[in-house]
């Protein structure tokens, strides 16, 4: 009574000391996510733009819904690169000034198929209209919103444009630069020369240092940045079947193929099994969908479908024959031949010729439906009259994206295409050419091929581990952790007669290997918590258990020194073996040179500066520079190539025809700079300051 009374006296501290401590742990919270990783309202900036959770996660959900089979890791990544292009290119658009305008506006939507082939979206004559956009804005709050976001990025999609074509424009080509690309193409040298390649020093006489590597990186920075990674190795235990599994599995098959009786594990009681070889084909549907991991397939298949190692056992299989037990994938099989179908799958190559008010985009002309008719019939007879042209004709004339290919419609089951089309292709035989209008248009056909296809009866019973064979698995995993913890990784590995796999991964990553998307594993080589020599188990469905250990960490900024030595030290031990062999390539002529570096004279006739492959050694243009401009006859200075040091004595070197003008050269510089427009966004991007804070949220 005495202490309750006490803390009867207290209870106003008590309050106040529980309620700071709760306070603390809801701050704390705030600050701390889950597994001590610390959260704030951002997932992160860009050039000081704050991008704030919940705006990011509506737009990752909204690109999950839209994109089919897109994890959520998938998803994260392309709308943060989405949200970095356009905060970056929104900055440029404010520098310039860019203004769009309501027709800016109006092309951009015209160019998006989702609305510009819209019944909802069209008038009376098929056309697009914006007002019918409008109206459709008008008919709720969500059509509404949708439409305002659909507006902001056309005005987006149009700046974008104008920017480009700014790009474009400001990437030009002088006279000068036509005039050097026309001779790099044109003047001819012919030359003799001894090459002494790299490859003739052995790697092992040219020693780079640690310091050399780091060197070569800081003064190419930009070419070598890291970003942070995380070194992982793991120890996989695969969930497979055992050999006592695969044997139980085969006997379930046989037993299903020759009948008989047979104890049931679940009921404790035997059963009477008919035998697949004889039960009666009406009955063959359920006994395979009762029997079977996958469902009867009463359709027909053709040759080409089949699997490949067993197409021809399969496609010839006589019905009411049986072919097996076989092995496919996982699955143990059993065929029954149940039938075969002359014809069944056509190949056929169409024209197509529509009109106006017929549901195709991108028509090559615009034609009424009598003009449609009149081409359609004209192309009928050249391809009746000349076969072989039809080809041609599609690739010329079709409204059909198939005009790419001829025409060719590859191989096609009934039903698939249209009626009027399906009946001509299936009731004609091979070579037939005719004329079908359907709702797209009129289509000449030619029907080129049709295939047979069976139908079979599989029984497919999956082989996977048992219960026994599974609880073998976790609890070899469970040793593999518990020894990782304590024993060198590689020796517990080899002790189970398993294999330690090397893994690299960046925080924004899922991807690992032959173990494909395993976020959960990224999320926690990049946790706080976790360090350097850290040992976890995962499970990872349908592929076993997987030991994984935190091996090193590496924080942003250049390459590591093992990435170093495979990207940068042979550049630098060529560049250590050209000072050698330019050392020796002294001589009177160029045998006394080859010979004191025991190569040989070699001939190279009319190259060119942008046709420059030399024999047994590939495209030198710095070679075939120098021949160019040394005198007929003379020794060249050691030239430093892409894969060797060489000297050249030209023979002949025959001058680019002078031109008044280079015009064409200049065309073909233009086209070039013309690409160089999708290098604007990475340039913007490394000059930027960007802060990823994605991690924190487990995203």
């Not at 030595?565 to 042979?570: D, M, N």
Request: glycine share 6%.
């Amino acid at each position: 009574m005495a202490v309750l009374s006490k803390i009867r006296q207290r209870s106003l501290l008590l309050i106040l000391v529980i309620g700071f401590c709760l306070l603390a742990f809801v701050i704390q919270d705030l600050v701390t996510g889950k597994n001590g990783i610390t959260t704030s309202k951002d997932v992160g900036s860009i050039n000081g733009k704050d991008i704030t959770f919940e705006d990011f996660r509506l737009k990752v959900g909204n690109m999950e819904k839209s994109g089919q089979g897109m994890t959520s890791t998938q998803a994260s990544n392309r709308v943060w690169e989405q949200e970095v292009a356009v905060t970056l290119l929104g900055d440029e658009f404010e520098k310039l000034g860019l203004r769009v305008g309501e027709q800016n506006i109006l092309e951009s939507f015209k160019n998006d198929q989702n609305f510009a082939q819209n019944p909802m979206f069209k008038n009376e004559k098929g056309e697009f209209d914006m007002e019918k956009v409008r109206e459709f804005a008008k008919t709720g709050a969500e059509q509404k919103q949708f439409i305002e976001e659909k507006e902001k990025d056309a005005a987006l999609n149009a700046k974008y444009v104008v920017y480009n074509s700014l790009i474009r424009g400001g990437l030009y080509a002088t006279d000068l630069e036509g005039k050097f690309k026309y001779e790099a193409e044109t003047t001819k040298a012919t030359f003799d020369y001894v090459p002494v390649l790299f490859s003739s020093i052995k790697d092992s006489d040219v020693k780079v240092t640690d310091a050399e590597l780091t060197e070569y990186m800081k003064k190419n920075e930009k070419k070598y940045k890291a970003d942070e990674n995380r070194e992982l190795e793991y120890i996989l235990v695969p969930e497979k079947p055992s050999a006592a599994d695969e044997a139980e599995v085969k006997k379930k098959v046989n037993d299903l193929l020759n009948g008989g009786v047979v104890y049931n594990e679940e009921t404790k009681l035997s059963d009477t099994l008919p035998s697949f070889r004889t039960i009666s084909a009406s009955q063959i549907g359920d006994f395979v969908n009762r029997n079977s991991d996958q469902p009867y397939d009463s359709t027909f298949v053709a040759k080409k479908d089949l699997p490949t190692q067993y197409a021809d056992a399969l496609f010839n299989l006589p019905v009411g024959a049986i072919y097996g037990p076989y092995v496919l994938g996982d699955y143990y099989c059993v065929s029954r031949g149940m039938g075969r179908e002359a014809g069944a799958n056509a190949k056929a190559s169409h024209i197509l010729i529509s009109y106006e008010g017929t549901q195709v985009p991108n028509k090559r002309e615009k034609r009424t439906k009598e003009q449609a008719k009149a081409k359609a019939e004209e192309l009928l007879a050249q391809a009746k009259a000349n076969p072989q042209s039809f080809m041609m004709l599609a690739l010329t004339n079709s409204d059909d994206s198939s005009a790419q290919q001829g025409g060719d419609l590859g191989y096609f089951s009934k039903g698939r295409m249209v009626k009027p089309f399906n009946d001509f292709v299936f009731n004609n035989p091979i070579g037939t050419i005719g004329l079908v209008e359907t709702d797209f248009g009129y289509h000449i056909i030619n029907v080129t091929d049709k295939q047979d296809a069976v139908k079979l009866a599989t029984i497919a019973q999956k082989i996977e581990p048992s219960e026994a064979t599974s609880d073998a698995i976790y609890q070899q995993s469970v040793k593999v952790e518990m020894e990782a913890n304590e024993k060198d990784f590689a020796s517990v590995a080899k002790s189970e007669k398993l294999a330690v796999v090397p893994a690299k991964v960046k925080g924004t990553d899922e991807l690992i290997g032959a173990l494909g998307n395993q976020r959960q594993i990224v999320l926690w080589a990049f946790n706080k918590d976790t360090e350097v020599g850290d040992v976890k188990r995962f499970e990872v469905s349908k592929i076993g258990n997987v030991v994984v250990r935190l091996k090193k960490v590496n924080p942003e900024g250049l390459l590591s020194l093992d990435e170093a030595r495979i990207a940068v030290e042979p550049i630098l031990k060529n560049k250590k073996k050209a000072d050698m062999i330019k050392a020796k390539m002294t001589g009177a002529s160029l045998a006394a040179i080859a010979q004191a570096n025991k190569a040989t004279v070699q001939t190279a006739t009319d190259l060119t500066i942008e046709s420059s492959m030399i024999p047994n050694a590939g495209p030198e243009p710095a070679v075939v520079a120098a021949a160019e401009v040394t005198a007929i006859g003379k020794i060249s200075k050691p030239v430093v190539g892409k894969s060797g040091v060489y000297v050249v004595q030209p023979k002949v070197v025959t001058k680019a025809p002078a031109l008044k003008m280079h015009t064409d050269y200049v065309t073909k510089l233009k086209q070039m700079n013309g690409q160089q427009s999708s290098r604007v966004l990475p340039a913007l991007k490394s000059e930027a300051k960007i802060e990823d804070n994605r991690l924190k949220f487990n995203m």
